[in-house]
């Protein structure tokens, strides 16, 4: 237990806690986008995840949106 509360101290086990708090809102945004809501698993990927999974939000066509006129 102390080795799990030592890397979760670390900077690398941060980014990990905040990937996986990140993953949940994701979910839910590409969902109501009309996209496939496991794109939103590309937050896991160190460094780079959240870089990405916003930058698939931002320059994908939402099929919901074109639903709505």
Request: no cysteine; aromatic share 12%.
């Amino acid at each position: 237990m102390a080795e799990i509360r030592a890397y979760l101290s670390t900077p690398e086990g941060l980014a990990m806690i905040y990937q996986v708090l990140a993953l949940w809102p994701l979910w839910r945004s590409f969902a109501r986008a009309g996209l496939r809501p496991w794109l939103s698993l590309v937050v896991l990927v160190p460094f780079l995840g959240l870089v990405a999974a916003l930058g698939i939000l931002a320059v994908t066509r939402w099929p919901a949106a074109a639903k709505r006129g």
